[in-house]
């Protein structure tokens, strides 16, 4: 059996750690608890999310207990950032999106068996602190200047705009975090992102104060395309996982966009396909690029993790379908409205509308006389089949899920029409 910090890192999973070699023996003496943490700075986890989520798992399929932490507090008060304040959300809207996470996480983890997961929130501990007990009973652990050295708070202290004490005190509450857990559950392990070092270690830092223990950290790099650049980002934003923020068939789009040169890496990040597998993904992309292979596969197997095998089939037949590779009247109005939603569109209304009217209304066409002779021609289509009479209006028998005809000119020009 592989070992896991060994997987972890063979798919490029650790950036920092405190020390592996002892935290590799601590976990061949048996399972151990460790936990992440996921503030409610939105209503829905992201693509740097999902990078946790994955060493979570990795972690959990190996026999280790995971505690997801959802930030109910922390959430409150807004990680620094390297410049400039976060602003504040109302305390009903942090509450919300902790809910919002919290359901999100719950998809992803096992909460039965002898590994089973749990979910906390760290406002069930920090909700009760007093001020007092917070400058007294924690407070007392922290040196100023150590504080002040890490690279976020000093870039801060440096900037014209400074920081306020609200998110320099953030430091002292994820601690306090890491020193629950180890007191509620034995948690030994902190898992983070790399730009999350200098809070973790203020855990590890805080436990060995006040009870003499050591426990270890173990951090994510940032993940970049192959050109140094950061990964992630589309034209709508961030990589939402939430199927409202952002529809499954646009995520579905967005790995399949992949880089040649990135398939490899993001195949060992963002999915569980074993060693052989991408070796063999990696082998036939290389000798058939355009045939993205590598891509269909990361894309698909994202996908089905994220929103369900049904939701990726949808997708993947949606894609199919456009360019006439499967039946439009068999998919789901959704799946199909999101696979046209950045067409050219028109309204259409059934009696009335005809075949020129939408290449004429969508844009396709800049007149009516260049509509009717690429009808004529056999150029234009409905529902994937050819327009024989340009005056028939658009009726009932045309109309697909959700409401929507398309219509193409030529081979690649596509539009879609809104029923009325």
């Not at 943490?37 to 798992?57: E, K, N």
Request: with cysteine; proline share 3%.
């Amino acid at each position: 059996m592989v070992d896991v910090l060994d997987e972890l890192e063979w798919r490029g999973l650790i950036a920092q750690h405190t020390d592996l070699d002892e935290l590799r023996a601590l976990m061949q003496e048996g399972p151990i608890t460790f936990y992440t943490g996921y503030d409610p700075t939105a209503a829905s986890l992201h693509h740097g999310h999902l990078v946790q989520i994955m060493v979570m798992r990795h972690l959990q399929m190996a026999g280790h207990k995971p505690l997801a932490l959802v930030g109910g507090a922390t959430g409150l008060i807004g990680d620094p950032r390297m410049s400039g304040e976060r602003t504040l959300n109302e305390a009903k809207t942090v509450a919300e999106w902790s809910e919002k996470l919290r359901a999100q996480i719950e998809r992803f983890l096992d909460f039965e068996g002898p590994a089973a997961a749990r979910m906390v929130n760290n406002y069930d501990w920090t909700g009760e602190m007093t001020a007092i007990s917070l400058l007294r009973d924690l407070g007392k652990h922290f040196r100023l200047g150590t504080m002040i050295a890490k690279d976020t708070v000093a870039r801060r202290l440096a900037s014209d705009e400074g920081i306020s004490f609200t998110e320099f005190s953030y430091q002292l509450l994820q601690a306090n975090d890491y020193l629950e857990l180890y007191r509620r559950y034995g948690c030994v392990l902190e898992t983070g992102g790399n730009d999350q070092w200098g809070n973790l270690i203020g855990g590890t830092d805080l436990i060995r104060k006040a009870e003499g223990k050591s426990v270890h950290v173990l951090t994510t790099p940032l993940i970049t395309k192959a050109d140094g650049t950061k990964f992630g980002k589309s034209e709508g934003g961030a990589i939402w996982l939430d199927a409202d923020m952002m529809s499954p068939y646009a995520f579905y789009q967005f790995w399949l966009g992949t880089e040649d040169a990135d398939v490899e890496r993001l195949l060992k990040v963002f999915t569980f396909l074993g060693r052989e597998q991408i070796a063999q993904l990696v082998a036939e992309s290389a000798a058939a690029p355009h045939q993205r292979i590598g891509q269909r596969r990361l894309a698909a197997e994202v996908t089905t993790f994220v929103h369900g095998a049904e939701a990726t089939a949808q997708v993947i037949a949606a894609s199919e379908a456009l360019f006439g590779k499967g039946d439009l009247r068999t998919l789901d109005g959704r799946t199909l409205r999101d696979a046209t939603a950045s067409l050219p569109s028109a309204d259409v209304v059934l009696g009335e509308t005809t075949i020129v009217d939408l290449l004429v209304d969508s844009g396709l066409e800049k007149g009516r006389g260049a509509a009717r002779r690429t009808v004529a021609s056999g150029g234009a289509y409905v529902n994937g089949e050819k327009a024989e009479d340009e005056d028939a209006p658009l009726t009932s028998a045309d109309v697909l899920p959700g409401d929507l005809v398309l219509f193409r000119k030529g081979r690649r020009n596509m539009g879609v029409g809104h029923v009325k």
